[in-house]
C-alpha cells in the first residue's frame, strides 16, 4: 500500500473509535467477549443478514450454549436449529471445530491466532475477528465490508477480489491497531462498512468520521472497490416429488458431500418431466401413485447455481423403504429442510 494510503489508515482508529461507541447497534453478541458466541455470531453471519441472524443466534444459544454441548449434539438436531440459514457445511464445520476444541484443546477455545485459524471451516477473516475481539491482538477481520471502506479511504484501485490486496489491507491494518482497543477497533470497522459506507450505492459521507480524510469523499467511491467480474450462474432443471401416503410423507437424505451435503429432501431428478414422465418415475420407485393432485415451480438461487424446480403433489398406496417417511408433525419438528426444498414441504 502506497505512504498516502497508509497515512490514512493511521488515523482511522482515533476516529472510529469514538464514533463506535456512540453508534454501535446492541446486537446480541457483543453483550459479552466469550469466544464460543463470537465464533458462533461470526459463522451465521456470512452470507447472511444481521436480522436474520438475531433469532437463530438467540434461539441456537438457547439450546446448545457451550463448546461441550456442542460437540456432543445430534447432528440432525443441529441442523434443524440452523434450517433456513443455508451454507448447511457452515454447521458442520461448526460442530466439526468444536469436537477438535474438546479434543485438541481440552474444551477450551484457543486463544492464539493460528490456533484459532486451524480449526475446522475459520478462515482469516474469522480468526482474526475472534482474536481481535476476544483476546485483543492486532489480528484484522477483512471481509467484502473492510475492504470496500479501504479501498475508498487509501484510494486503492486494484482489485479487492485478488488475495495480495487482501493481503496487503490485512498487513497495513495491523500496523495501525491500537492497543487496548483491538476488539473496538474490528467492530468499529464492521460497523463503518454495515452502516455508513454501504455497497451497491452512495455512502453516507456526511455521517463518516473518517471523511474528512478519505481519498474518495469527492466521489471516487464510483469507482471503488474494483472487483473482478463474477462468473454466471449455471442454470439447472429439476424435478421435485412429494409423495403424500396417509399421513406420512416422504423425504430422503442428499449425499454427505457436495451441494446441500448430508440433508434432507423431497425426492428429486435432474431435469424437467411432464406430468405423466414425472408419474411414470413415481411408479418406478414404487409408491404407486394414486392421483397427481397439483404442481408448483420455484426457483432457488444459490452462489454459483440456480435451479428451476417443478414439484408434483402425488397421493400414494404405498411407502417403499427407498424414502423415509415422516408424520406431518416429525417434517415440521425433526427433518431440517434446506430453503430450497421448504417451499414444497406444506404443499
Known sequence: MEQDGAQRLRRLPEALLPWFRENARDLPWRHDREPYHVWLSEIMLQQTRVEAVKRYYLRFLR???????????DWERVSKLWEGLGYYSRARNLQAAARQIMNEHGGVFPSDYAAIRALKGVGDYTAGAIASICFEQPAP?????????TARLTGDDRSISDAGTKADVRAALAAVYPAGACGAFTQSL????ALVCLPNGAPDCA???A???CASRDGGWRTLPVKAAKPARRREKMTVFHFRCGSFVALRKRPETGLLGGLWEFPNVPGALAPEEAAAQAAAWGVSPAELLRERRRTHIFTHV????CCYYFLC???PEAFVWFRDAELQERAALPTAFRAFRDG
Open 63 to 73: 439450546e446448545i450454549p457451550d463448546i461441550a454441548r456442542l460437540a456432543s449434539a
Open 141 to 149: 477481520a477483512v471481509d467484502g465490508n473492510v475492504l470496500r471502506v
Open 207 to 209: 455521517a463518516c468520521p
Open 317 to 319: 398406496r404405498e411407502m
Open 306 to 309: 440456480e435451479w428451476e424446480m
Open 211 to 213: 471523511s474528512a480524510f
Open 190 to 193: 464492521m460497523e463503518l462498512g
